[in-house]
């Protein structure tokens, strides 16, 4: 099994900076694309951003030049650095990882998520 462990969430004023560190363990072969999505409740969960295996990331409009992700493939981790938070950035946020896991009967590539944290952005 493959488990993430989120951190780094809280309450921050506006204009502030959090980072989230999102860490994967279990029995990892190989790990493919890494995001961040979140969610407010009430509204459909979005994709803040994303991050491929070569390096390669995408951002939701409403982020980008605010937040950078960025991964250690040796620590099986990601990190969402936010900076110049705003009120409407209050979410939860949660990791999700594509992993290749070796079974028994061959490699099997899944979709796992972390438990969420959560950003308030409030003065």
């Known amino acids: 099994q493959v488990q993430l462990v989120e951190s780094g969430g809280g309450l921050v004023q506006p204009g502030g900076s959090l980072r989230l560190s999102c860490a994967a363990s279990g029995s990892i072969f190989s790990i493919s694309a890494m995001g961040w999505y979140r969610q407010v409740p009430g509204k459909q969960r979005e994709l803040v951003a994303r991050?491929?295996?070569?390096?390669?990331?995408n951002y939701a409009d409403s982020v980008k030049g605010r937040f950078t992700i960025s991964r250690d493939n040796a620590k099986n981790t990601v990190y969402l650095q936010m900076n110049s938070l705003k009120p409407e950035d209050t979410a939860v946020y949660s990791c999700?990882?594509?992993?290749?896991?070796?079974?028994?009967?061959?490699?099997?590539?899944?979709?796992?998520w972390g438990q969420g944290t959560q950003v308030t952005v409030s003065s």
């Open positions: 991050i491929t295996s070569g390096g390669s990331t």
């Open positions: 999700t990882f594509q992993v290749t896991i070796a079974t028994s009967f061959g490699r099997s590539l899944n979709n796992y």
